[in-house]
């Protein structure tokens, strides 16, 4: 069974950064993607980014093309989500997901694996 381990969330202020971080606990296996997905209290999870790991293909959500930036390392296995420009509407769960194999829908949340999510607070 594979772990996703999500860190970095935290409170900021509107306009500030954070960085989150997306890693499998135990061993290292072969992905087709990895996404992120967010999740604000009383709405349903939303797509925001994700990667091909062969590739390094990116896409985003429209509501966070320009601010957010979605990387990989291999070496490490682990992706990231770094956020800029944060808004007080950016505030939710984040969560990180694994899909093994070829889907050209990146939004569908038909993941495979999925983190336990971490909190981002935007603060106005």
């Known amino acids: 069974q594979v772990q996703l381990v999500e860190s970095g969330g935290g409170l900021v202020q509107a306009g500030g950064s954070l960085r989150l971080s997306c890693a499998p606990s135990?061993?290292?296996?072969?992905?087709?993607?990895t996404a992120w997905f967010r999740q604000a209290p009383d709405k349903e999870r939303e797509f925001v980014a994700a990667?091909?790991?062969?590739?390094?293909?990116?896409y985003y959500a429209d509501s966070v093309k320009g601010r957010f930036t979605i990387s990989r390392d291999n070496t490490k296995n682990t992706v990231y989500l770094q956020m800029n420009s944060l808004k007080p509407e950016d505030t939710a769960v984040y969560y990180c997901?694994?899909?093994?194999?070829?889907?050209?829908?990146?939004?569908?949340?038909?993941?495979?694996?999925w983190g336990q999510g971490t909190q981002v607070t935007v603060s106005s």
């Open positions: 990667i091909r790991w062969s590739g390094g293909n990116t």
């Open positions: 997901a694994v899909r093994l194999y070829y889907s050209s829908d990146y939004g569908d949340p038909r993941y495979d694996y």
């Open positions: 135990g061993h290292t296996f072969s992905r087709y993607a």
